[in-house]
């Protein structure tokens, strides 16, 4: 079974634009989250998607979003890129709803210049 | 607030010898997951324990929960140096598959 998949893996963007990363689960999950890793800030929760409908955010601007399609495929979008939003982003997927393990991706590594 | 500390941050381990890392957290949790990240990469699943006095046990490593305590410990058990990396406990509060992650505590050990 193939595990969780992310593109780009690296990315390097200026201040001011916009950028998406994309996830596509494991086979049969439905549950996309998406983290935020940074060495200041350690893993932070972003938001979770399960069957197209974002059910949990964390404490994130609103320049974070994301979107969850039929196919359990997830992206998520930044805008206005900020030098703080260089980090790793890492999305999970999961089997279900709530309380399943998480499988994580490689992650996306975006730089903001 | 919902809150995951890990210590220590840094433990620098000699070969052969045996450490604990500790996983506190705040709110009443029973889904406890502990993760294993090498440098650059992303987060390997190590352990789920699911209910109070939950022991799982793989190779050096051996995770257990307390869920009156809200306390994981991982130990590892003769250390060698395949086991430097960075480790995270996380805490699934509700059941929601949004996980609260400790601090982190990277592990180097030396020959």
């Known amino acids: 079974k193939a595990g969780v998949t992310q593109t780009p893996r690296y990315l390097i963007k200026t201040r001011g634009q916009q950028v998406t990363l994309s996830c596509s689960p494991i086979?049969?999950?439905?549950?996309v989250s998406w983290y935020q890793q940074t060495p200041g800030q350690g893993l932070q929760f972003l938001f979770e998607?399960?069957?197209?409908?974002?059910?949990n955010k964390g404490n994130f601007p609103g320049r974070f979003s994301g979107r969850q399609f039929s196919n359990s495929r997830s992206e998520m979008n930044v805008s206005t890129l900020e030098l703080g939003d260089s980090a790793l982003y890492l999305c999970?997927?999961?089997?279900?709803?709530?309380?399943?393990?998480?499988?994580f991706g490689p992650g996306t590594r975006l730089t903001v210049t | 607030e919902l809150k995951v500390e890990q210590n220590p941050l840094f433990l620098s381990m000699q070969e052969e010898k045996n450490y604990t890392i500790y996983c506190n957290y705040s709110?009443?949790?029973?889904?406890l997951y502990w993760y294993r990240q090498d440098p650059g990469k992303s987060l390997e699943s190590l352990f789920v324990?699911?209910?109070?006095?939950a022991v799982k046990q793989e190779g050096r490593l051996m995770a257990s929960l307390d869920t009156k305590a809200r306390l994981s410990t991982l130990h590892i058990t003769a250390a060698v140096h395949d086991l430097s990396a960075t480790y995270f406990c996380?805490?699934?509060?509700?059941?929601?598959?949004?996980?609260?992650f400790g601090t982190g505590t990277l592990l180097a050990v030396q020959p």
């Open positions: 709110t009443t949790s029973d889904r």
């Open positions: 998607y399960f069957s197209e409908t974002q059910r």
């Open positions: 086979s049969g999950h439905r549950s």
């Open positions: 324990l699911l209910s109070n006095g």
């Open positions: 999970a997927s999961s089997l279900g709803a709530g309380g399943n393990e998480q499988y």
């Open positions: 996380a805490v699934d509060y509700s059941a929601t598959n949004k996980l609260i």
